[in-house]
């Protein structure tokens, strides 16, 4: 059993540059992508950005250049980088493991992000 426990979060304005965290506990190395999905209100969960076992990684266009993907495997940690704030990055962001950026065997209980303008 894989659990994730996202953290960073919160109340930040517009232009801010917060970090997300997710720890991983549990197996992982069978999965080869980590990856931060969001879902805003009235909307489905979209990806954000994933990073795969051997670095390469993927964004979803609405951040390509404000948002950076790592992971850390010897800490089981996965981080999101986000700069450059805009009010439509509100969301629940939610880390995740997967055998690829779509197919996703474990989700984390999300943290929310409220960019205020």
């Known amino acids: 059993q894989v659990q994730l426990v996202e953290s960073g979060g919160g109340l930040v304005q517009a232009g801010g540059s917060p970090r997300l965290s997710c720890a991983a506990s549990?197996?992982?190395?069978?999965?080869?992508?980590m990856v931060w999905y969001r879902q805003a209100p009235g909307k489905p969960r979209d990806l954000v950005a994933g990073?795969?076992?051997?670095?390469?990684?993927n964004y979803a266009d609405s951040v390509k250049g404000r948002f950076t993907i790592s992971r850390d495997n010897a800490k089981k940690m996965v981080y999101l980088q986000m700069n450059s704030l805009k009010p439509e990055d509100t969301a629940v962001y939610y880390c995740a493991v997967g055998r690829s950026y779509y197919l996703i065997n474990y989700w984390g209980q999300g943290t929310q992000v409220t960019v205020s303008s």
């Open positions: 990073i795969a076992s051997g670095g390469s990684t």
């Open positions: 549990g197996s992982i190395g069978s999965f080869n992508a």
